[in-house]
């Protein structure tokens, strides 16, 4: 689908015309203080002859306008007084070519001056963030880019989600990237290991994922941008400027239209190449919080606070922002519609969602998916402490029926087959824990109401809170926790490394053949390891780095995975689009095996030679039989440790098939 215009957007599509109070006691307060701005003009808009600026700041009894030749170092050219406006903007215009410039706002508040911050539209900006740039945004395309497509999506269920981190991706002596670390890396085509195995960009498309999520890759704080020679690593949920590709990814972090162009490069090439791009977004928190751009020039507006006037924080990171009031769900909307205009983004995932109000995240997918129906919004359903936000309001997993657009991780399913999160030896279906076949199910489902299902049953859910599969991401680990190989290391001690590897594809099968949105972590395919690191989000690379010798290593775990992936990808009966669907034609089979799940879908209704699909997943330490229902014959195209779409063997209806310790079988009639 063509990528919109973005000359519709600056024309005005992204103002709003208002939002709703977002709270039941009114708001009167915020009409009065802090009016609603609905212009689509904050920030900087350049042209050759005049370079205009607008910001937003009630409170301020004064803003100066600062004026910069780089964007570092002692190099003002001009101090200006920014002109009070409407509906407590502030603005200023400069004559002439500014671009290359580079500038600050400071307001006068309660009789101090604050300090001087980026703007908080900032399109770039200058090396460690703190200065906005003026920037001709045309100027900053890729060759090309006016004909960027994106990928055809046709249902979101298609969706394969594959969750990265972009210095991991690439940063590794294995990968054989040249860009190691940088936007470039990530599309470099043709690279190898030391064994001649794919990595990178081909590893991807051989793999056949149809996503590729990125961790935040917009400006973040804990990076160094001005000594990228020396060991630094964060994951980057520390916001500092939301509209800004964060600069060490870049190959030059000081000149802020590199970032710009080379995000677009990364995004363009992954098109290219059938695969669509995800951005993990962070509106939940800043990662300052008296200091931060938000509150320096609008004091306090921007956030929650408890009864005694301290910040909230159920973020877990010192603060919490406040999607309820008026301009900041205006900035969560204008900043994910900037991303998908200007950068050409397919989709969002919200950090901790949970902290946000469901309305504001109906409004952000509306406005999205007006632009393009098919770009997928996705998020956390929890929050990490406790908010003044009413339970009802808050876009969490439970509310996830209320938000028809977006989509919640099952961490049901998620901790049902590989144990507890947060008790490192606890273990799931995966690796042989009664009492977790009705999460199990639960996350065959995606999350929906059906009949085969015993809610009372399911280890954190009592009831379906999808109305649809497409709300539901099912997946087994991420960046968070320890990786799937570690977690079942750490929590079955005395398994064998086959023992391992079975667990490690059982986890992933029911994944993979579950309906909803599977989701998968960086190298898992190759049994990704931290070394037993469960929290590393500023371990050193040697923790973080995909070894892709790991890929050779485990090259048989690596083709089953990519042969997973594909029958997903070919056969419909795993990508139901409704949760009717779901109910009609998909059946469990009773056992009286608590570790055994048997369940078969009917796919003659569908354009599919896979007639019918049966998948038997035991998490017992020992093989497990039942007996193969109904008549004819079954093909078997999994055993649990190689799949062969065309079929491994047959089996006869009414037989007793043996499943193998840890193991998911997959068995099809066809047509």
């Known amino acids: 689908m063509k990528i919109v215009n973005r000359k519709l957007l600056l024309a005005g599509l992204i103002g709003l015309t208002g939002c709703n109070p977002g709270t039941p006691e009114g708001n009167t307060y915020e009409d009065d203080r802090y009016p609603l701005y609905t212009g689509s003009d904050l920030g900087m808009n350049y042209s050759a002859d005049r370079t205009a600026f607008r910001m937003w700041s009630p409170d301020a009894d004064s803003v100066k306008l600062h004026l910069y030749s780089m964007g570092h170092g002692d190099n003002r050219t001009g101090t200006f007084a920014m002109e009070r406006d409407t509906k407590g903007t502030w603005v200023y215009a400069l004559e002439g070519d500014q671009k290359g410039n580079y500038y600050t706002y400071q307001i006068l508040y309660q009789g101090n001056w604050l300090d001087e911050k980026p703007d908080l539209y900032a399109v770039a900006t200058g090396v460690n963030g703190h200065r906005s740039m003026i920037l001709d945004l045309d100027a900053t395309d890729p060759e090309g880019w006016e004909n960027d497509q994106r990928p055809a999506l046709a249902n979101p269920t298609d969706i394969v989600l594959y969750e990265v981190h972009i210095r991991d991706f690439t940063i590794a002596p294995s990968s054989g990237v040249k860009n190691k670390g940088k936007y470039l890396g990530m599309v470099e085509e043709g690279t190898r290991n030391s064994a001649g195995a794919a990595t990178g960009l081909d590893h991807l498309k051989h793999m056949g994922v149809t996503h590729v999520h990125l961790l935040p890759a917009f400006d973040h704080r804990s990076i160094d941008e001005s000594r990228l020679d020396s060991a630094q690593f964060n994951w980057g949920y520390d916001p500092l400027n939301y509209n800004v590709p964060e600069g060490s990814f870049a190959t030059d972090p000081y000149d802020g239209s590199v970032r710009v162009r080379e995000f677009k490069q990364m995004v363009k ?74 950068y050409h983004v397919d989709g969002f995932r919200f950090d901790l969602m949970g902290i946000h109000d469901i309305e504001t995240m109906n409004e952000i997918a509306a406005s999205l998916h007006e632009m393009d129906s098919t770009i997928f919004i996705y998020g956390e359903g929890w929050t990490a402490g406790t908010s003044p936000l009413p339970d009802t309001a808050q876009a969490v997993k439970k509310n996830t029926y209320l938000m028809p657009g977006v989509a919640a991780f099952s961490d049901d399913l998620r901790d049902g087959l590989k144990g507890s999160v947060f008790d490192h030896e606890d273990r799931g279906f995966a690796s042989g824990k009664k009492q977790m076949k009705e999460s199990v199910k639960f996350g065959v489902v995606a999350s929906t109401q059906h009949p085969g299902v015993q809610y009372d049953s399911v280890n954190y859910s009592r009831a379906a809170w999808a109305a649809e599969p497409r709300q539901t991401i099912n997946y087994v680990s991420c960046h968070d926790n320890h990786t799937l190989y570690d977690k079942l290391k750490i929590s079955v001690p005395d398994a064998t490394p086959d023992e391992i590897a079975s667990m490690h594809r059982l986890a992933n099968t029911i994944v993979l053949t579950s309906q909803g949105i599977p989701f998968l972590h960086a190298g898992v395919e190759f049994m990704r390891t931290k070394e037993g690191v469960e ?78 699909v049966l998948v038997a997943a035991n998490g017992s330490e020992t093989p497990t039989s039942f007996q193969l229902p109904g008549d004819g014959e079954w093909i078997v195209a999994s055993d649990g440790k190689i799949i062969d779409e065309n079929g491994l063997r047959k089996a006869d209806a009414g037989a007793m098939l043996s499943v193998p310790a840890y193991s998911a079988m997959i068995l099809f009639k066809s047509e």
């Open 269 to 342: 090439g992954l098109h290219d190449n059938g695969i669509r791009v995800i951005m993990d977004v962070v509106y939940n928190h800043t990662g300052q919080t008296m200091e931060s751009n938000f509150n320096q020039l609008v004091p306090d507006y921007f956030y929650r606070f408890r009864e005694d006037g301290t910040f909230s924080d159920a973020s877990a990171c010192g603060n919490e922002t406040a999607s309820e009031k008026e301009m900041m769900r205006k900035f969560m909307i204008e900043s994910v519609k900037y991303w998908a205009e200007e």
């Open 535 to 612: 929290n590393s989000y500023n371990s050193p690379d040697s923790i973080n780095q995909l070894n892709w010798q790991r890929k050779t290593d485990h090259e048989l775990h690596v083709a089953y995975y990519q042969a997973l992936i594909s029958i997903r990808r070919k056969h419909p009966v795993f990508r139901l689009t409704s949760a009717d669907q779901i109910r009609e034609q998909l059946t469990f089979h009773d056992t009286d095996d608590d570790l055994l799940v048997v369940y078969e879908v009917d796919g003659s209704n569908l354009e599919d030679n896979w007639q019918k």
